[in-house]
């Protein structure tokens, strides 16, 4: 899987917009950009993922570069309960088992939601 | 339902006993993961289970031994552990194990080994 490279940790307001960057410079063609948030005491929580479009659901928006070497995972109304470690992770996009069907976390970035 | 849950919640044991953490769901998944989880650290893959058998074991020592006697059910027998293992045990769950599925997590065991 590519490698994916995010600050430790960043901070915003409640209420308003939190924009989680994410590198992934060696990304290849078929490999989907995953993110997933683990809030304290909990497992990984499942958000948003894409492969070249930019993506958006009930949870948060997904924009992805034209050269798809970065992303960028969009938290349109922070709450208090969005304080979390945040995970970008990138895997291969082909159907089979194995290596390629590990989901493999990096160190992730803590976002801190203020009042 | 869209739950995977994981049993018990806290566990305590010594170097010498032997336990068993559960883990279930009943979202009609035919893959099962164990991740592990240190504190302050990204979870780490242990093991895969897809349609009941084995497809990933990521080196992990003889002492965490997985067993899936069912779709719903994945279950990892401990035995002889060292205090180091003491950690997070994360179970999920997919629908199959492909590549654009998500990841269904339990909340975890924490796990004390004495």
């Known amino acids: 899987d590519a490698k994916t490279t995010q600050p430790p940790s960043m901070d915003c307001a409640e209420g308003r917009a939190a924009n989680l960057p994410c590198n992934h410079s060696t990304i290849s063609g078929n490999e989907y950009v995953y993110w997933y948030r683990q809030i304290h005491s909990q497992g990984p929580q499942y958000i948003i993922h894409g492969l070249k479009n930019n993506e958006t659901n009930e949870m948060a928006s997904l924009i992805i570069t034209e050269d798809r070497k970065s992303s960028t995972l969009i938290l349109p109304h922070a709450t208090l309960r969005d304080t979390a470690v945040y995970y970008c992770?990138?895997?291969?996009?082909?159907?089979?088992?194995?290596?390629?069907?590990?989901?493999?976390f990096g160190k992730g970035i803590t976002l801190s939601v203020r009042p | 339902d869209t739950e995977v849950t994981q049993t018990p919640k806290h566990l305590v044991m010594g170097m010498t006993n032997k336990k068993s953490l559960k883990c279930e769901q009943h979202m009609g998944h035919r893959a099962m993961y164990w991740y592990k989880q240190k504190a302050k650290k990204p979870p780490e893959l242990m093991f895969v289970y897809s349609y009941e058998k084995l497809s990933i074991n990521e080196s992990v020592p003889s002492r965490f031994s997985p067993e899936c006697p069912n779709s719903s059910l994945l279950n990892l027998h401990l035995h002889a552990l060292q205090p180091e293992d003491s950690a997070l045990y994360l179970c999920?769950?997919?629908?199959?194990?492909?590549?654009?599925?998500?990841?269904?997590f339990g909340s975890g065991t924490q796990l004390s080994v004495l």
């Open positions: 999920a769950s997919s629908q199959v194990l492909r590549l654009n599925e998500k990841l269904f």
């Open positions: 992770i990138v895997r291969v996009a082909s159907v089979g088992t194995g290596a390629n069907s590990k989901l493999t």
